[in-house]
């Protein structure tokens, strides 16, 4: 019996110790109670918020629809889209060309391509005589569409041949399906925006009077968006703790266009930073060289690095006389306040663009012009 008792005793006190631990982060029972008090913090806030005045901002008003021109010839129907009718210089037009036919119809698709010079082709998917509802197949081709300088610009009118052998027919038709063109307008970043010449004075402040209820709401916002960061690092620790991360490191080239295209949306120029934008315009330049031809450009001054890369043979001389002009033009703006027109501003981000374009690396290491 006493032998008995006193393994009874060991062992409850070993399970008052257990009892006693502080519960892991790893624990599912653990992770339930955050998510909960999560939740709860979240609707909180969404009531508080719901007590205001009921207007929503809608962050897509005032974008410009698409353009559809559609066509039909018999048996054969084809259609030519593009998902805006306005873009500026740092946006990309998606076109797409569909054509559909009855079964016993071979469809051949316009050749878009050579009519669109004006148009650089960035990407293009195809799809060819796929089967669709009402026994009929579709063919589609998608284009990815740059355009460097402002304008209107025409999409022209397309055609699609086609040749009709459906069974019961009398002899085989050659026909065509041709739709309407139509305009793409095509902004500048600063165009009607800012006008560097002519800034106006400062206004003085003006106060605002406060909501009480927007108080409380950032407050419950702030809460919610602390405890949403304190799970979010918690769960990404302990799943780096248990599986090793893979990191991808996107291409020179691919990195820069996104570097341009995010300057282009922050606005810099209707803001009036001109000056800014060209000192973030010249550094993305520079350490696209730096990833691209393993220069330490950033770190020098331009004429350390002209004259580093003129001994350099790592840059052709077409492509070394483009940048040093490049460079010259962002620092009479960056240092020797120089305040540029609305057409140098563009030729700036133009010339950035061309340039990356020109040396993207290709298979075998070869420096030719990027695949528009």
């Known amino acids: 019996m006493g032998c008995r008792e006193g393994r009874d005793e060991g062992t409850k006190g070993r399970r008052d110790e ?91 698709m316009p050749s878009f391509g050579e009519q669109m010079d004006a148009f650089g082709i960035r990407d293009f998917h195809e799809t060819s005589a796929e089967a669709i509802e009402g026994g009929k197949r579709r063919w589609v081709h998608e284009y990815d569409l740059d355009i460097f300088l402002s304008g209107d610009y025409a999409v022209p009118a397309l055609t699609a041949t086609f040749t009709d052998a459906r069974k019961g027919a009398e002899e085989t038709i050659e026909s065509s399906v041709t739709t309407d063109g139509f305009d793409v307008k095509v902004k500048s970043l600063a165009e009607g925006e800012f006008d560097p010449t002519k800034i106006r004075d400062v206004k003085g402040p003006v106060a605002l009077p406060a909501d009480p209820r927007w108080t409380l709401l950032w407050w419950g916002l702030g809460v919610v968006g602390g405890g949403a960061i304190v799970v979010g690092c918690a769960a990404w620790l302990i799943r780096r703790s248990r599986r090793p991360g893979v990191e991808w490191v996107a291409p020179a080239h691919e990195w820069a266009f996104a570097e341009l295209h995010r300057l282009a949306n922050a ?106």
């Open 267 to 372: 606005k810099l120029i209707e803001k009036g930073m001109v000056h800014e934008f060209y000192f973030r315009l010249s550094m993305i330049v520079r350490e696209y060289i730096e990833r691209r031809f393993q220069l330490t450009a950033p770190e020098w001054t331009t004429e350390e690095f002209l004259v580093h890369l003129r001994r350099s043979d790592a840059l052709p001389a077409v492509h070394r006389d483009a940048l040093e002009q490049f460079l010259q033009r962002c620092d009479m703006v960056k240092f020797a306040l120089y305040e540029p027109t609305t057409a140098e501003i563009e030729g700036a981000f133009n010339a950035a663009r061309d340039f990356v374009q020109k040396t993207a690396f290709r298979e075998g290491g070869e420096v030719t012009r990027a695949a528009a």
């Open 18 to 108: 257990g009892s006693n631990r502080p519960p892991s982060v790893a624990d599912p029972r653990m992770r339930s109670r955050i998510l909960r008090i999560v939740t709860g913090l979240l609707i909180g806030a969404l009531l508080v918020g719901g007590c205001g005045d009921g207007k929503a901002a809608t962050d897509g008003a005032g974008e410009v629809e698409g353009v559809v021109k559609t066509a039909e010839m018999g048996p054969v129907q084809m259609t030519v889209s593009v998902d805006r009718g306005e873009i500026t210089i740092a946006d990309r037009l998606k076109l797409r060309i569909e054509v559909t036919a009855e079964e016993g119809v071979e469809a051949r």
